[in-house]
């Protein structure tokens, strides 16, 4: 087929259909621009500007593209593992089908903007075999125990400077945390849902309604 021929991609992954980008587009800003002004966001400002002064996060978190959740980064080949996942059955018979994932929560933090996904199981059939070695991140030795597809995400902005790499992490970094038992402190019922900080500029929305997005799985050339 045309996958061997050419040579390996930057990255495989679903990408949402235009409608429903444009709808977590307007959900996200509004969740930025609420947060903002939350007393108990302002409290811990310093985490976010290094100074106690006022951050505008619309401004602060860049676009980063087309929205996306990334299954597999290839770099073109040259990431480890790359030829063998183009090779799965289940993602050549996949190619170009659409899916619907399930957007759970929205998290923040000083580096990144994401969304989580809550992966099925016919949708962890797509995700990475050497996933597990992709999570032993180094900053965070914990997360090799979490569940398969944890990383599951999609990037909704970075600050400057910083690469979208850094969105999984941060979330692999709070479920860490969760998973530790550590509760987080339940600061606001907002109208999307509950929010937590759990320390260190992160901040975690659990949506009250998740949000359902149509994504095709395909791959990204650049
Ligand atoms: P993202 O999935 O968090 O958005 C191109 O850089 C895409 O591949 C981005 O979407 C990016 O992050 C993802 N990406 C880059 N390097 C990666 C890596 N080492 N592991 C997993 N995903 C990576």
Redesign the pocket.
């Known amino acids: 087929g045309p996958l061997e021929e050419v040579s390996l991609p ?2 495989f ?1 679903w990408f949402l259909l235009s409608s429903i980008q444009d709808k977590i587009k307007c959900t996200s800003m509004d969740f930025l621009k609420t947060l903002d002004t939350l007393e108990a966001f302002k409290k811990h400002l310093i985490d976010f500007s290094g100074k106690a002064e006022e951050v505008d996060l619309e401004q602060y978190f860049q676009p ?2 087309i929205l ?3 299954t ?2 290839c ?1 073109y080949g040259k ?1 480890e593992g790359a030829k063998e996942y183009a090779e799965k059955q289940a993602v050549k018979d996949s190619y170009g089908s659409i899916f619907n994932l399930s957007l759970g929560a929205l998290f923040v933090t000083p580096r ?1 903007f ?1 969304a989580r996904v809550s992966l099925t199981e016919e949708q962890l059939q797509l995700w990475p075999a050497d996933a597990d070695a ?1 999570k032993q991140v180094e900053s965070v030795p914990a997360a090799a125990s979490l569940p398969l597809g944890s ?1 599951a ?3 909704l902005g970075c600050a400057e400077g910083v ?6 992490i941060d979330l692999l970094e709070i479920l860490t945390l969760q998973q530790e038992g550590q509760q987080g402190e339940q600061v606001e019922e907002m109208e999307l849902g509950t929010l937590t900080y759990y320390g260190t500029g992160k901040w975690l929305l659990n949506l009250r309604e998740p949000i359902s997005a149509p994504a095709c799985f395909s791959s ?1 050339y ?1």
């Open positions: 930057l990255y992954g980063t593209g996306h959740c990334t597999k980064f770099n990431a990144t994401g992709e990383r995400h999609v990037t690469e979208p790499v850094q969105t999984g990204f650049g």
